[in-house]
């Protein structure tokens, strides 16, 4: 990361709040990468790197790297982090994949329009899988599994965030639609990706010790 980010407000950014945001204002905010933690008007948090912009690029006219969708793109995903598996499509030649958007810290749902913005630099390595049992974008961490979902609206990321887990699940145990949904009901955890884009994005988790024991159900 960079040595240090910001954090900005301006009027229209907080739009699923009932007050209104009334005047611009920007925090800056020194970041200690030995230490893992960065300044806030003088009280430290620690430190969760992640990238806000990754994807291919998807068949078509081209799209702006600000707009979410089943490219990748803006997801603004904070479980893509250091370490972090990420599966995306490829749809044009050579796959012209591309991220940025970085941030020091963000919570689910980036819900006030901006995480600790910053620059920095990546390191990744990509590989060209044939298949996929799921459709993407998908994430893989050490601890669980996340499908994505994204849509104009909360119910149309949902929905499809909840399918494709289901899908995914379906395809790597062999259990029915039903096994695997009411698994899903008391294991799996929806959660906010971004409010504030032009699309809304959502992902469901599916922890791997969970995932581990699912496989031992029987159909």
Not at 103 to 130: K, N, Q, R
Not at 152 to 180: C, H, I, P, W
């Amino acid at each position: 990361l960079d040595p240090q980010g910001a954090i900005m407000t301006s009027p229209g950014l907080n739009k699923y709040f009932s007050k209104e945001i009334t005047e611009e204002e920007t925090a800056i905010c020194k970041v200690n990468e030995d230490q893992k933690t960065f300044d806030y008007y003088g009280a430290t948090f620690p430190v969760h790197k992640m990238i806000g912009v990754i994807g291919t690029a998807p068949k078509g006219e081209a799209v702006a790297t600000g707009l979410p969708d089943l490219h990748g793109g803006n997801m603004d995903n904070n479980q893509i982090t250091e370490g972090s598996i990420v599966y995306l499509p490829v749809e044009v030649e050579g796959a012209l994949l591309a991220l940025g958007d970085m941030h020091a810290a963000m919570g689910d749902g980036e819900i006030w329009g901006s995480g600790v913005e910053i620059g920095g630099s990546v390191d990744l390595t990509v590989e060209v899988l044939e298949s996929f049992p799921c459709p993407t974008p998908f994430v893989e961490t050490d601890q669980a599994y996340y499908s994505y979902g994204v849509g104009e609206d909360f119910e149309t990321a949902v929905v499809q965030a909840n399918d494709r887990m289901a899908e995914f699940l379906m395809a790597q145990t062999g259990l029915s639609y039903n096994k695997v949904g009411m698994f899903m009901t008391f294991s799996a955890h929806l959660e906010s990706c971004q409010i504030v884009n032009p699309n809304i994005s959502m992902r469901v988790r599916v922890d791997k010790a969970s995932y581990e024991k699912l496989k031992d159900v029987k159909e």
